[in-house]
């Protein structure tokens, strides 16, 4: 199978000078069915190394499945998902984890419960290498490589900027804290690709501003590739380098946002079209 | 160290000598990464060199104006005694400005480097960077979202730093010359005052002026290289750079600093300061939070508590200050300290503070005895920048809460016919910068200065006491006293009320705006099950405005006692449909009321007062956190508060 996408798979330069890498994840006509709903068809696209890539649509067009595709949640009947130059066979979820592959939800999935540093530190978990034994004495091997992995969670608190609630259950935070939490444990996997679903939903301006400053500097300044599904266009227009859009399960759509804001054929999914 | 002292003409000088005599000792702690990061004196003193070497590197002048924008945080500590070593002077600023009112500091002193903490800041400067003729070269701390931008003029802290260790054996003589130049004339910081009336004005103060002060005030209350402050007071303002330079560094004690100000409580219970500084605002936020979570705890507890506050109350105070008291009265308030004080005391971080002082505005009566009753030295200060802080303060035998203390070592104190407070101190400042006119109108020929503020001495004390803005002390229509703060203050005591201004120049009778407590008005509604769904709908509710008008009557009753300002009681009032807030110019940035702005902004309204209107309708503009503008309106209720009759004094008598 060695059939090209319309885009190139070798990196290229951003308006504003980011250099981005070759492709990282390719998705090749993948479909995937429920029972007789088809809730992808036929959709090819791709991913580069270093990229903010969005997926948009109306509801109910197949975003969240796919992301689900690519989080291995979902295994398609037809199609295949490349991954770094090599097909990618049916995997569960933790194995793609442990791939470099994390993801945030669209209703939040935090332990509710556990405080703000708990949470991020079960992003650590692919990390964590010590016997459950070694684990429960607290001895050796366990307390050096909790250490470790504490450091490097202190380091998203500082990020994110969420020193305050370090010790607070999240059950207790406002839905925009929520949220950024929910990112830091996904950034505590150090993903090379960050999936997020809808990260600003239910946000206000205030939030959504922040959130987007964390997500360019998250691929500023750690290199990951982001993809990510948003419904707020202006904020998907700002941040992301190349935009797919998919409607009934079709891609209608994909390139730059200036492309892609010019295609009729995604100005009538947004706007509707009359049938006369 | 009498001998010695004679060296100790700079602030370098002073780091110099703490890194030589206690090299070993924390100076500064900041926590990070959720641990305390320590850096001991020797340590500072290396860091600083570095910086400075790294300035002299970049090719800084002596005379040049560094600008100093962040929170507090060890970094820009150094980077004030840094530029200090080179002959330069830091302008710490505040983070908060917008663009605009720092480039009208940056403008006015010139500032040729910029010292700034994050992508932020470094926005604002580059914002304005083109009024800015004089400005060459910025600093920055955290490199976060800024590696992308043009480097020719920014440069990252650690990398000047880097450059100046790499270029140590070319710069450090001149480094050294430098410091030697250095001397008790030569200016120590230039920070600008928040400019409750138009401009802000940078106010000169030379090393004279600070250590001087920071001696004598560490004199006063026997500070010692033990203390630890917690650094979280604007750096901008004269009381951070007294305390977490002054004094820091002329005993050599520790300064803290919080890992974000969100963190600040937090890390304020896990430091546990000795030394320790907070507006009135602030321990009344604490207190009121206190007794909040109290009103949500268990019967038992809740016993407890006033049990023993009342115990405390009782006892407290006198314990404090030394005075006898009866063996009763100690072996309940031992009891009280187990059960209550003292583990209260430690969930505030206020349990080994030796020296706490207030200022800025009047404190509360009761909130002051709240703090002293359970042991915590809490005393008053009267100062300002141009003072160098210190004009009065109170002794730990003599504590009061409506007054502001005795004169501070060192500085004479005198009020002039028309009842404005005036001083004359080793601290007292050099001038304002560029602008000769208002130094001659604040200081005359002999180094008295006004304070603008207009007070009493108590005849049997000594103790002084401040009743108002001198400016704002007008007269009513009937010739009759008119001190606005003084009404204000009585009603802030209120923790319901947030902010309160009195308007009555001129005028017949006395009105008021009122801005509601969130917090406290808040969590009144949730225990009445009243729903709310903002701020003005909150501040417009009924029963609200009957509980507000209740603490007026209550207050009016008071200033009905006072001789002179009887006529200040409140005719009418109204509770304002939004916070008075800084970004609107309606406070300065030290949380002050600007009253010319908000009685020009509020004209309608305050007619409406005057008028004698039942409601009033209004819509006034709002600026966003990010600067955008927008409008709120809202129709406000007036009401009419009962006063008490004077009985109109005989001409004749």
Redesign the interface.
């Known amino acids: 199978m060695n059939e090209m996408t319309d885009n190139s798979t070798v990196g290229y330069t951003t308006e504003d000078g980011r250099k981005i890498g070759d492709t990282m994840m390719e998705m090749k006509k993948i479909t995937l069915r429920f029972g007789g709903v088809v809730a992808i068809e036929n959709i090819s696209f791709d991913i580069h190394e270093g990229e903010i890539r969005a997926i948009i649509g109306p509801n109910g067009a197949g975003k969240s499945s796919m992301l689900n595709v690519i989080s291995g949640f979902y295994n398609p009947q037809e199609g295949e998902v490349w991954f770094h130059g090599s097909k990618r066979p049916p995997m569960h979820p933790y194995q793609v984890a442990e791939q470099g592959i994390a993801r945030t939800f669209q209703n939040i999935a935090l332990f509710k419960g556990m405080s703000t540093l708990d949470n991020i530190m079960t992003g650590r978990m692919t990390k964590m290498n010590a016997g459950m034994l070694s684990q429960a004495i607290w001895w050796g091997k366990a307390a050096r490589e909790e250490e470790e992995h504490r450091q490097r969670v202190e380091e998203i608190i500082d990020f994110l900027e969420i020193q305050a609630i370090r010790k607070t259950p999240v059950g207790r935070l406002p839905y925009g804290m929520q949220k950024r939490v929910e990112l830091g444990r996904a950034l505590a996997s150090e993903p090379k690709l960050l999936l997020l679903d809808e990260p600003m939903a239910g946000m206000n301006v205030e939030e959504k501003e922040d959130m987007s400053r964390f997500i360019l500097d998250v691929n500023d300044e750690f290199g990951t590739t982001i993809a990510l599904i948003e419904h707020d266009m202006g904020v998907v227009m700002d941040i992301s380098d190349r935009v797919v859009v998919m409607d009934y399960g079709k891609k209608i759509g994909d390139g730059t946002p200036a492309e892609v804001l010019a295609n009729q054929d995604v100005i009538d999914a947004y706007l509707g079209v009359s049938n006369d | 160290m009498a001998q010695s002292n004679a060296a100790l003409e700079s602030i370098p000088a002073l780091l110099a000598r703490n890194a030589a005599t206690f090299g070993d000792k924390a100076a500064y702690r900041e926590k990070?990464?959720?641990?305390w990061q320590r850096w001991n004196w020797g340590q500072v003193a290396k860091e600083v060199e570095e910086l400075a070497l790294g300035f002299l590197n970049l090719g800084i002048h002596e005379g040049d104006f560094v600008a100093i924008i962040g929170r507090n945080r060890p970094y820009f500590y150094w980077a004030m005694a840094a530029a200090q070593s080179v002959g330069a002077i830091p302008v710490p600023m505040y983070q908060e400005q917008n663009a605009e009112e720092m480039a009208y500091v940056l403008g006015h002193c010139g500032a040729r480097f910029v010292v700034a903490e994050d992508q932020e800041q470094v926005d604002k400067v580059i914002d304005v960077q083109d009024e800015l003729h004089q400005f060459e070269h910025m600093v920055y701390i955290d490199p976060?979202?800024l590696?992308?931008y043009d480097h020719r003029r920014l440069h990252e802290f650690s990398h000047v730093q880097e450059q100046g260790r790499a270029a140590r054996d070319e710069f450090l003589p001149e480094l050294k010359a430098r410091i030697e130049r250095l001397n008790l004339d030569s200016t120590c910081v230039m920070l600008y005052t928040s400019g409750t009336t138009g401009k802000p004005k940078g106010v000169v103060l030379s090393n004279r002026n600070i250590i001087t002060t920071a001696q004598s005030s560490c004199e006063f209350d026997n500070l010692g290289p033990g203390e630890d402050v917690l650094a979280y007071l604007p750096m901008a303002w004269v009381g951070d750079f007294i305390f977490s330079i002054g004094q820091a560094y002329w005993t050599g004690f520790c300064v803290n600093c919080p890992?974000?100000p969100?963190?600040m409580m937090?890390d304020l219970r896990e430091i546990g300061p000795t030394y320790y500084f907070a507006p009135p605002r602030f321990f009344e936020g604490q207190l009121t939070s206190v007794m909040i979570r109290m009103e949500d705890s268990g019967r038992f507890k809740k016993w407890l508590f006033d049990k023993f506050m009342g115990v405390a109350r009782k006892y407290g105070p006198d314990i404090l200050a030394g005075k006898s008291v009866g063996l009763k009265g100690r072996i309940s308030y031992a009891l009280g300290n187990l059960f209550v004080y003292g583990p209260l005391k430690n969930t505030l971080g206020l349990s080994r503070v030796r020296v706490g002082y207030t200022a800025g505005e009047a404190i509360g009566p009761e909130l002051f005895e709240f703090y002293r009753s359970l042991g915590i030295n809490l005393k008053q200060l009267y100062g300002q920048t141009e003072a160098t802080v210190y004009i009065t303060q109170q002794p730990d035998s003599d504590v009061r809460s409506d007054t502001v203390g005795v004169p501070s070592p060192g500085v004479e104190v005198v009020i002039r016919d028309n009842g404005e407070v005036y001083y004359r101190s080793p601290g007292v400042f050099v001038e304002y910068y560029n602008n000769p006119e208002s130094t001659a109108d604040t200081k005359d020929a002999e180094g008295w200065v006004a304070t603008g503020d207009a007070g009493y001495f108590e005849k049997d004390t000594g103790q002084l006491r401040i009743i108002d803005r001198a400016k704002d002390v007008g007269k009513m229509a009937d010739g009759g006293m008119f001190a606005p703060k003084f009404v204000e203050n009585k009603l802030k005591f209120f923790p319901d009320i947030l902010e309160v201004v009195v308007f009555g120049a001129g005028r017949d009778m006395c009105t008021a705006f009122v801005n509601i407590d969130l917090t406290a008005v808040g969590s009144w509604a949730e225990r009445n099950n009243v729903a709310y769904a903002s701020y003005q709908e909150l501040a417009g509710h009924p029963e609200v405005y009957s509980a507000i008008a209740e603490h007026l009557e209550e207050v009016n009753k008071s200033v009905a006692q006072d001789e002179m300002l009887s006529g200040c009681q409140i005719n009418r009032f109204l509770i304002l449909h939004k916070e008075l807030d800084a970004d609107d110019g309606e406070l300065t940035r030290t949380r002050k009321v600007r009253r010319k702005i908000i009685g020009e902004k509020y004209a309608d309204l305050i007619d409406a007062l005057y008028s004698g209107k039942s409601e009033i309708y209004t819509e006034t503009e709002v600026t966003y956190?990010?600067g955008r503008k927008g409008s709120i309106s809202a129709t406000l209720e007036i009401r009419d508060v009962p006063v008490v009759p004077v009985n109109q004094k005989v001409a004749a008598e």
């Open positions: 990070e990464y959720g641990i976060r979202g590696r992308k890992e974000s969100e963190t937090t956190e990010d």
